[in-house]
């Protein structure tokens, strides 16, 4: 399902989900029906709350269903987040909301902040950081949790007053708090009531009868929100953007203006709208997100703008991969996501031709599609939306970093062409695989890889942050991450392996590595290493297990390869089970494996 599809003729329930100008009562209707047709549940969340939020539970479940997910949302008690805690992670939930409220820390206290002393301030801070510090600590096991700043209901006054500094200040110490939690993400309610608009975003009278202070239209851009931080609830991982040219990075069409016509000038309208585009996309390279370029150009020309042109901010150095010719668009982009090694669903793409937008839509409903407005000044409004996919959970990694070891993978096969033995090939490459156990600096990115890793992950378990401090601190399990370099540069860390302890036996719970560093050896070349540590734990047998994705196909037999005797199969399901003694992996001399 696409987010930005647009709706054809007959209103289906889902058009009706994606239209920001739905009635209540057609969201409700659409939900339900929308609902119905999406097989599995995909994410689990809890809201703990200190004021009445109960419809932005519907509106969580639209933001989901319009980006193709399924969740089921939990309704916690009012103002108890230690309870609501113990309570979800019982449940099985894995994302949870705690949304602080002011007047929940003293009755009336947005109208009594003003004649507070700084004694009683500080003690309403102190109490505030005790309760929520111990909340984040029993949620620190969740996938994700989101923690809601503090804000003003009543009208504020104008030039600022000293509830504003104390909602500040008060912020502040909660910023403080999460910090030390890998799994929490900031949502701004300040920006969100500013966004909305104060008068749209509230209604006194059900504030005051019910302690619900929230409209509709507030609740509906809060789950927008979350959405977008929460990546589709960890169900898409957006990498490439992926952009046309012509009135896309430039106003005009080069091949017809030639490059001193064309519009892209900082200072004059309309050029300066594309100067802007142009700075939001390189900033967004420059966060980790993969620029790809797919347009019907002759080539020479948008090279020799990429070159020479004098106000142009994007050059060939941020673009990964280019399909610029005059093929369909729709076998360009399957070819840009081969290149990458990514699956489609990574894919953003940006057009100005509603004809090529449609068309992707209708054969490539895994990519989101945008399209450039007929009003250009909404065309920053559009890329708001697309940074949301991107950037709102985090920037992903250093962009630098991110497009050479992109480049560095499609050197390397060029070279491979020139060998006729790949042997031979990986014998040149000077392999190095770095084998690190139970580095607790590297929790964030080994969760993150857990999260957006499908191709080849055995069992595809999600981690959080902080369920991967658990396994670190945990004497009877190991977490193993690996990095690959080469010649050509280092790959990072790309691979990971979770190993429980049990006895006798050495679970492998879960293994996870990034495709653009498969049939190297590096997958087999750890395995001695692991064993090792194993035995030495006092295990004397090894089990393993395959699970079935729609993704995974390709890792379904690695533990045959591996060496390992299948012990029983089910429904596509594969068990493992050897004595570590008898395992022989294949052989990789042409990587060296070192130990960290």
Known sequence: ?????????????????????????????????TDATVPATSAHIGISAGATVDLLGLYLRRHALVVGVRIEVSQGNFDDPLGDADRFAAQGVDHLLLVPCLDTLAPAFEANAAVLSEAELNEHEAQLRGRWRLALEKAATFRAVFLCGLHRISTPVAGGDRLDQVIDRFNAALHEEAAAFAN???????????????????????????????????????????????????????????????NTLWGGVVGEDLASGVKLSPHDYPGNVFFRAQAEFQALQRQGVLLCLCS????????????????????????????????????????????LNIGLDSLVFLDDSAFECEAVRSQLPEVTVFQVPAKLPDYLGVIAAIKDLFLAGGALT??????????????AMAEQRTFERQEDYLASLGLKVTLVRDDAARTPRISELSQKSNQFNL???????????????????????????????????????????????????????????????AEFSIWPRI?????????????????????????????????????????????????IAEVTPPQAPWIEVLCD
């Open 1 to 33: 399902m696409n987010e930005h599809a647009v709706p054809g003729p007959a209103r289906t329930p889902l058009s009706v989900l994606a239209n920001p100008a739905a009635s209540l009562a057609e969201v409700i209707a659409a939900v339900e029906a």
């Open 184 to 246: 929490v993400r900031w949502i701004d309610m300040g920006g969100l009531v500013a966004s909305v608009g104060r008068r749209a975003a509230f209604d006194l009278r059900f504030h005051l009868r019910n302690s619900a202070p929230y409209t509709p239209a507030l609740l509906d851009e809060w789950a927008r929100q979350i959405t977008a931080v929460s990546r589709s609830f960890g169900a898409r991982f957006h990498k490439a953007l992926v952009l046309d040219c012509d």
């Open 296 to 339: 019907k150009n002759d080539p020479e020309e948008v090279d020799a703008m990429l070159a020479q042109h004098p106000h142009m901010l994007l050059r060939e150095a941020d673009i990964i991969v280019k399909q610029v010719n005059w093929s369909d668009k729709v076998g360009n982009l399957r070819r840009i996501a081969e290149t």
């Open 398 to 411: 250093d962009g630098a970093e991110k497009t050479a070891q992109y480049r560095q993978r499609a050197e």
């Open 459 to 521: 069992t595809t378990l999600r981690y959080a942050p902080g369920e991967i401090e658990q396994l670190i601190a945990d004497p009877d399990a190991a977490v193993y991450s690996l990095d690959v370099a080469d010649k050509f540069g280092s790959a990072g860390l790309t691979g990971v392996v979770v190993v429980r302890f049990a006895g006798e036996v050495a679970m492998i719970e879960s293994l996870f590595m990034s495709c653009r560093v498969l049939g190297r050896g």
């Open 531 to 579: 064993f090792a540590d194993a035995a030495a734990h006092g295990c004397s047998r090894v089990q393993a297990a395959y699970r079935p994705t729609a993704k995974n196909a390709q890792a379904a037999d690695f533990y045959d390869r591996l060496g390992l005797p299948l012990a029983e199969a089910a429904d596509g399901a594969r068990r493992y089970e050897a004595r």
